[in-house]
Structures are given as structure tokens and as C-alpha cells.
């Protein structure tokens, strides 16, 4: 089951899914969706994609719970940059906020993929 939320503190409209790690699922909010493949993780989480509105350039992903995230096959977060001119796409990175550190740090295997208006 979808359901969509209001976080009322940082003003973003999450879309949940839960997922079972064996069977796999896709979750879309605006221009990113996170893609869990079949076999990611046993059981299942619960996954929440919050973003401050459809064309937001940043996400909240939320996996549930914690030990979920070690996953046995590689989850995909991805986010449309159709409209991002390429001269500008070139630069762009998906960074997490590591709280240990207090810093962005970017996700390593984090890659843009051209496209057709890429030449």
C-alpha cells in the first residue's frame, strides 16, 4: 500500500511503501524514485521518499528499520534531470547527510547516465 504524509517540521510531503525484501519494489515521489531489487534484504521495511515538492532537487529517503540498509543486492535512487541543462547536469552528485560527522558526504557509485540530448 502507498500512502502519502505531511511532515509538518521540515514542510515535505513523504510518499511509504513497504516493501518485502525478497519480492523487491519500486517507490516514486516527484522526480526521484528508489528501486528495491528482489533478494535486497529478508523481511520487510518500510520505505519513505519526502520531498518539498514535485520538482524538488533534494529527497528525504527513509529506510526502516535501520538494519534494513545493508543490503544484500544494491538499491537504486535515482531523480529525472530531464529539464537540467547538460552543461549543468555534468556536475551533478547525489550526497547523503552522515550524522556521525555532521557533514554531506557524496554516495560513492553515484553516476549520471547521458542521454539522448547529451550528444
Request: proline share 7%.
Amino acid at each position: 500500500m502507498v500512502g502519502s504524509l505531511v511532515d509538518g517540521v521540515v514542510k515535505l510531503v513523504f510518499k511509504v511503501l513497504t516493501i518485502v525484501g525478497d519480492v523487491g519494489g519500486s517507490l516514486s515521489n516527484g522526480r526521484w524514485q528508489v528501486d528495491v531489487p528482489a533478494g535486497a534484504y529478508s523481511g520487510s521495511a518500510t520505505v519513505k521518499i519526502g520531498v518539498s515538492n514535485s520538482a524538488s532537487s533534494s529527497c528525504q529517503l527513509e529506510i526502516s528499520p535501520p538494519e534494513k540498509n545493508g543490503f544484500r543486492v544494491p538499491v537504486q535512487l535515482t531523480v529525472d534531470c530531464s529539464n537540467v541543462p547538460s552543461d549543468q547536469l555534468k556536475d551533478y552528485v547525489i550526497f547523503w547527510f552522515n550524522p556521525a560527522t555532521g557533514a554531506w558526504v557524496p554516495v560513492d557509485g553515484s553516476t549520471r547516465r547521458p542521454y539522448a540530448q547529451d550528444g
